[in-house]
């Protein structure tokens, strides 16, 4: 699903995504002068706008509905789906520098 943030617009796709860590790709979708460390891309299948009365009544965007905060390991899932374990600790820390810029 992808959402816009501040508006009640969901958009629910179906399809299969795979990760790519191939240079050329990787440098094709480069931005601010610096190559992707990683692509995604989506075959779709299947694509429609989601009702927004479900998006409504989830409150997405009012802070007072959310669980509390918690941490996802991208390096972990990108390192199992390309089945290369040393990804794990340089994609942790990338997150981790890119949060810490956040604030």
Request: glycine share 4%.
């Amino acid at each position: 699903m992808l959402v816009r943030p501040a508006t009640d617009e969901v958009l629910r796709i179906s399809g299969r995504a795979t990760l790519h860590d191939d240079a050329d790709l990787c440098e094709r979708l480069s931005a601010g002068g610096k190559p992707a460390v990683l692509v995604v891309r989506v075959a779709i299948e299947r694509a429609a706008f989601h009702c927004v009365r479900s998006a409504r009544r989830a409150k997405l965007w009012d802070p007072a509905s959310w669980d509390a905060t918690t941490r996802i390991s991208f390096g972990r899932i990108y390192a199992e789906a390309l089945e290369q374990p040393d990804l794990r600790e340089p994609f942790d820390r990338i997150a981790d520098e890119s949060d810490s810029k956040l604030y």
